[in-house]
């Protein structure tokens, strides 16, 4: 079974450019997740999908980040303008369903995102 | 306060020994716990979750929970430097929303 895909993997951007993320999730999972994971820290959920719909997306900064999920598979992620807070690594990850009590997030590799 | 909180380390034990790792959690709402383990520059990988008061065993590993104390522990005997990372404790609500602590780091010295 394929994993969770990312790209890229690496990004280096200088600030007030913009730069998207994309994220295919294990076939069959319906539930897919966009975390920011910034050094020393652990991953802060951005948004949360259930196919094709939101979930939560309390803490995505809506004035500069955007999430998108077309048909209800991959996942695009935007930043537009970035700024240097923006430096991480931004995680995807997917889970066959969400709230289940057994129900297990399945990460992708990551792209790390470098803001000068 | 963060709504799952986790000691940073690094915790150090020596090859052989048992690691003790410990999360506490503010949400009542949530209702299971997950253990991440991240290598660095890795993404995390589960080892294990739990979800009713008690421990639970996989291998070499125990998640203990208690709900009435929100606290959340992980046991690791016989730790190996394989076992050297970073250790990332979530909570999940019926919705499905994970909360992450920002992790332990354990050391296994040889």
């Known amino acids: 079974e394929a994993g969770v895909a990312q790209s890229p993997r690496y990004k280096i951007i200088e600030k007030r450019q913009s730069v998207a993320f994309w994220c295919n999730p294990i076939?069959?999972?319906?539930?897919l997740y966009w975390y920011q994971q910034i050094l020393g820290q652990g991953p802060k959920l951005l948004i949360q999908?259930?196919?094709?719909?939101?979930?939560?997306d309390s803490q995505l900064p809506k004035d500069r980040f955007s999430a998108e999920r077309l048909k209800g598979v991959d996942s695009t992620l935007k930043i537009q303008p970035a700024k240097l807070e923006d430096s991480a690594v931004y995680l995807c990850?997917?889970?066959?369903?969400?709230?289940?009590?057994?129900?297990?997030?399945?990460f992708g590799p990551g792209t790390r995102l470098l803001v000068l | 306060q963060k709504e799952v909180e986790q000691n940073s380390g690094p915790l150090s034990v020596p090859e052989g020994a048992i690691a003790s790792l410990n999360c506490t959690y503010s949400?009542?709402?949530?209702?299971?716990f997950f253990w991440y383990r991240q290598y660095s520059g890795k993404s995390p990988e589960l080892i294990m979750f739990?979800?009713?008061?008690g421990d639970k065993e996989d291998g070499r590993f125990t998640a203990q929970l208690n709900k009435a104390s929100q606290y959340v522990s992980l046991l690791i005997r016989d730790s190996q430097p394989s076992d050297s990372a970073t250790y990332l404790c979530?909570?999940?609500?019926?919705?499905?929303?994970?909360?992450f602590g920002d992790g332990t780091t354990l050391t296994v010295k040889p």
């Open positions: 949400d009542r709402g949530s209702q299971s």
């Open positions: 990850a997917s889970s066959f369903l969400a709230g289940g009590l057994q129900e297990t997030q399945y």
């Open positions: 999908f259930q196919n094709n719909g939101v979930v939560d």
């Open positions: 739990i979800y009713s008061n």
């Open positions: 979530a909570g999940n609500t019926n919705a499905g929303k994970s909360t």
């Open positions: 076939s069959g999972h319906a539930t």
